[in-house]
Structures are given as C-alpha cells and as structure tokens.
Nanobody, 123 residues
Framework: QVQLAESGGGLVQAGASLRLSCVLY????????MAWFRQAPGKEREFVAGIIWGSTKYADSEKDRFTVSRGNRDNTVYLQMNSLKPEDTAIYYC??????????????????WGRGTQVTVSS
C-alpha cells in the first residue's frame, strides 16, 4: 500500500528557508509523477511544484524561490523553499499520480496524498 509522509514544516520569519521532505512507502517515486501542493485556510489546494515525466514543474509564483528534487533514494523527494513570504503560509502536501498524461496542476489527477506539514511564515 502506498503511503506518503511529509516533514520539515515549521514556524519561520519572512525571508527564511525551509526544506520539506516526503517519503514514499510501498513504492518508488520513479514509478509516479509527484507533486507538492499547498492549502491555506479558506483557499483551494494549489499546485506548488512537481516532477512530471522526469522534469520539474513549478507554479509561476514559486519558480524562482522553490526547488523540487529527488533524494539519493528513490523513495524521497524534497522541496527547498527560499525567501519565504507570509503568503506561503499553508499546509504543504506531497502527492503522486500514476504515469499517464495528466494536468499536473490539478489536484484531482493525483492518487495518493500525505497528511501534510504546516508551514507558517511570520512577517
């Protein structure tokens, strides 16, 4: 059974950096598309970054500050977040989709989700 577990969130000041980790149990990331989404209170879940067909994808507002990467092991991915802003405050989720043509920014395309990790950025 596939399970995902995020970690690395926390409370930081604006301008700081965080690195989120996601571990996949019961599979390997190279068998899936993967993505990071986030959801702020009262807002819809939104795409942040992902690895789709082996290539990195980013939301336009994050592409200069965030970096998604694979770890040395096939079951770990990271989201490096730099120059954090208060508007980055959200729960960040790791998710995977089966290898097929997908609309990568659409949450409905993804099959498995982690429980999320809270990121809070103070001004």
């Amino acid at each position: 059974q596939v399970q995902l577990a995020e970690s690395g969130g926390g409370l930081v000041q604006a301008g700081a950096s965080l690195r989120l980790s996601c571990v996949l149990y019961g599979g390997a990331f190279n068998s899936y598309h993967m993505a990071w989404f986030r959801q702020a209170p009262g807002k819809e879940r939104e795409f942040v970054a992902g690895i789709i067909w082996g290539s990195t994808k980013y939301a336009d507002s994050e592409k200069d500050r965030f970096t998604v990467s694979r770890g040395n092991r096939d079951n770990t991915v990271y989201l490096q977040m730099n120059s954090l802003k208060p508007e980055d405050t959200a729960i960040y989720y790791c998710t995977v989709a089966f290898l097929a043509q997908i609309q990568h920014a659409s949450a409905s395309q993804y099959a498995y989700w982690g429980r999320g990790t809270q990121v809070t950025v103070s001004s």
